[in-house]
């Protein structure tokens, strides 16, 4: 092939890829009530527009477990729930960082390479047991502190966001 229709070629692929996410997918919808709204710079969606989850959609992705003492417990607990690295694979995340929304408008920007660096959890159970809202529920983005020292300070503990409700990927 000539030089210049291979730069054509490649080209053309690239704008094509622009213009629709090559990996654009479509996400079961939730079945019950959804806990957790994602939207922002996401490629799959359950209604073209963000991502919503329920619980089961949430228990359904693979989990993680963290034991570790916090600034919130008694000693060590074990928090259990979706790793925070499967929920944005799952919704096809492409850009940096999260502003992550709690129900009493807390928010904070948590840098998605926090997820590949540590297990984050986004805790739906502690000690086996289901977080009510009373109990910060029912989603507590909890790090391994114990195991990685270096996240026990007031940097992470901000980020440990509880009553999570919405997520906006920027
Ligand atoms: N939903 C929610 N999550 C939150 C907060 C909050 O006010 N609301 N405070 C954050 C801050 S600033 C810190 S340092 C830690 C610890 O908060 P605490 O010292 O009030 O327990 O939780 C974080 N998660
Ligand atoms: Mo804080």
New binding site residues.
């Given amino acids: 092939m000539e030089k210049r229709n291979v730069v054509i070629g490649i080209l053309s692929v690239f704008l094509a890829g622009m213009a629709y996410p090559l990996h654009a997918e479509r996400l079961a919808k939730p079945t019950t009530r959804p806990i957790l709204t994602i939207t922002g710079k996401i490629t799959h969606t359950t209604d073209g527009e963000r991502a919503l989850f329920d619980m089961d959609m949430l228990k359904a992705l693979p989990q993680g477990e963290i034991r570790t003492s916090t600034?919130?417990y008694e000693g060590p607990v074990v928090f259990s729930g979706p790793l925070a690295s499967a929920l944005f694979e799952k919704v096809g995340a492409t850009g940096k960082s999260i502003l992550a929304i709690?129900?009493?408008d807390?928010s904070?920007r948590i840098p998605l390479d926090d997820f590949k660096k540590y297990p984050v959890v986004f805790a739906t159970e502690v000690n086996g047991k289901r977080l009510s809202i009373r109990e910060?529920g029912p989603i507590f983005v909890i790090y391994p502190f114990d195991e990685s020292p270096e996240t026990k300070n007031?940097t992470y503990?901000?980020?440990?966001?509880?009553?999570?409700t919405s997520i906006d990927v920027q």
Avoid: M, S
């Fill in positions: 600034p919130w709690a129900l009493n807390y904070v910060k007031e503990f901000q980020r440990c966001i509880w009553q999570l």
